[in-house]
């Protein structure tokens, strides 16, 4: 079965732009969870999509957004991009219905942005 | 409301010896609890997790956690260190609220040394 993919797993950016990033959960996966990932701050949850609504969210300002399709697929937008912005975005998925809190995530190789 | 700590931001090992990676939680609600790798440039992978079935928990390659409730720890170890278990090491906690949500702890990073 095949994993989690993120595309694109390189983005360069400057400052006041906007971002997508794609993700693909794993075949079956309902739940994808978005985390940044920084040096100062670590990982962080961003929020969590199932069945296309958002279930869950981390304590981001509104320029961070997402979204989830039909087929599971997410996406992530970062509007007015700003130079605290640069981190390493993680997808997860889960199955999202029968484990709750101890569902195991499984984690995409992330995309790297960087914000000039 | 929860937290992970993790003691020590860098360890260091020779191969061959004990690998101890300390981690800490403090929850409100009965806690899961997972540790992660991370390898250069690549996401996380799971190594175990314990979801309260067993307090000694096997995981993949040769690692195991054992969760005590009076110490509030869940501290990873591994007999014999490999130069390929050199990573970055996270220890997470669900979050109460229901589903998906991790917090982290900030990581581990584990130098082994021939």
């Known amino acids: 079965k095949a994993g989690v993919t993120q595309t694109p797993r390189y983005l360069i950016k400057t400052r006041g732009q906007q971002v997508t990033l794609s993700c693909s959960p794993i075949s079956g996966h309902r739940s994808v969870s978005w985390y940044q990932q920084t040096p100062g701050q670590g990982l962080q949850f961003l929020f969590e999509y199932f069945s296309e609504t958002q279930r869950n969210k981390g304590n981001f300002p509104g320029r961070f957004s997402g979204r989830q399709f039909s087929n599971s697929r997410s996406e992530m937008n970062v509007s007015t991009l700003e130079l605290g912005d640069s981190a390493l975005y993680l997808c997860a998925s889960s199955g999202g219905t029968s484990g709750g809190r101890q569902e195991t995530q499984y984690f995409g190789p992330g995309t790297r942005l960087l914000v000039l | 409301a929860q937290s992970v700590t993790q003691l020590g931001s860098h360890v260091s090992v020779s191969e061959g010896a004990l690998v101890l990676l300390r981690c800490n939680y403090s929850?409100?609600?009965?806690?899961?609890l997972f540790w992660y790798v991370q390898y250069p440039n690549q996401g996380l992978q799971l190594l175990l997790k314990y979801t309260s079935a067993a307090t000694l928990v096997k995981g993949i390659n040769g690692f195991e956690a054992e969760f005590k409730k009076s110490e509030t720890s869940f501290h990873l170890t591994k007999p014999s260190a490999h130069m390929s278990d050199a990573a970055e090491y996270f220890c997470?906690?669900?979050?109460?609220?229901?589903?998906?949500?991790?917090?982290f702890g900030a990581g581990t990073r584990l130098a082994v040394h021939p």
């Open positions: 929850s409100s609600v009965p806690p899961y």
């Open positions: 997470a906690v669900s979050a109460s609220g229901g589903y998906n949500k991790l917090i």
